[in-house]
C-alpha cells in the first residue's frame, strides 16, 4: 500500500527495480525463450530456482528451444529433467493424427500416452463458400466450446468471411466469448476445445518449422478432430 490508497504489484515493482530477484520463478510455454531470454531470466533468479514447463514439439519462435540442455545450459545450475508422457486431454485417435502430421512437416514424435479413447479424426473437403454451415452443423453435434484454426496467411480473408456469415463466430481480442472462436494455431496455444475444426491442414503444416503449428492446432481437441480440404468447386 501506498499513499492515496495506490498498490502496486510484485511484477510492477519488480520491472521498476533492476536488481529485484525473486526467490523462484516458474515459466511456462518456455519452449519459446531464447538463449538471450533466459540470461534475462537468470539475472532475476540468482539462485537459479525455477520450474520450467514447455513442449519442444510446439516451438514456433525461430530462436527458441530444440533440446533443453542446449537452451538451459548456458545459465548455470543443475538440470532435473522430467518428461511427462501420459496425457489425458486428448484422445488417443487425436494423438495419432497430430503426431502423423508433425512427423510428416520433420517435427520428432513425442512419446504420448494418450489414456482416453475417441471417435477417429474426421476428414472433410469443403467450398468456402460452404464453410460456415459445415462448421456450424459439426460445432452442433458435439457439446462444449468449439473452435476453427486457420492458417495464418487466410486468416484475415476466411475469420471475414465466417464472421458475416454468423454471429456464432468470434475473432480477434473476443473470439472465445462466442459460440465458435477462430483463431490461428499460435493463438490457441494453451486453450482446449471439445470440437477443432482445422481449415487447410496442409498450409497449417507448412508455415512453421517441423510442423509445431499444426501439431499444436490438433493436439487442442478434447472430443473431435475434423481436418477440413478447401475445394474450389
Known amino acids: ?95 495419432k493424427t497430430a503426431v502423423d502430421w508433425l512427423t510428416r512437416a520433420g517435427g520428432t514424435a513425442p512419446a504420448l500416452q494418450p489414456i482416453r479413447e475417441g471417435e477417429p479424426t474426421e476428414h ?13 452443423r459439426l460445432a452442433e453435434a458435439t457439446e462444449g466450446r468449439s473452435c476453427v484454426v486457420v492458417a495464418d496467411n487466410a486468416y ?18 473476443t473470439a472465445l466469448d462466442s459460440p465458435i472462436a477462430v483463431l490461428t494455431a499460435r493463438e490457441t496455444k494453451g486453450l482446449e476445445f471439445d470440437t477443432v475444426v482445422v481449415v487447410d491442414p496442409e498450409a497449417i503444416s507448412e508455415q512453421a518449422a517441423r510442423g509445431s503449428d499444426i501439431y499444436v492446432a490438433c493436439t487442442r481437441a478434447t472430443k473431435r478432430l475434423v481436418l477440413v480440404s478447401l475445394v474450389s468447386s
Open 156 to 173: 484475415a480473408r476466411l475469420a471475414q468471411t465466417l464472421r458475416q456469415s454468423s454471429g456464432e463466430f468470434g475473432t480477434g481480442d
Open 124 to 136: 472433410a473437403s469443403v467450398k468456402v463458400a460452404d464453410l460456415a454451415e459445415r462448421i456450424r
Open 1 to 95: 500500500p501506498f499513499a492515496g490508497g495506490l498498490t502496486t504489484t510484485v511484477a510492477e515493482r519488480a520491472l521498476e527495480d533492476r536488481e529485484w530477484i525473486y526467490g523462484h520463478v516458474v515459466v511456462d510455454e518456455a519452449q519459446e525463450l531464447s538463449k538471450m531470454a533466459w540470461h534475462c531470466v537468470a539475472r532475476r533468479s540468482t539462485r537459479r530456482s525455477m520450474t520450467v514447463v514447455g513442449d519442444l514439439q510446439q516451438t514456433t519462435h525461430p530462436a527458441g528451444a530444440r533440446d533443453w540442455q542446449e537452451a538451459l545450459g548456458g545459465i548455470g545450475g543443475t538440470l532435473d529433467l522430467h518428461t511427462l508422457t501420459v496425457t489425458y486431454r486428448i484422445t488417443r485417435q487425436t494423438a
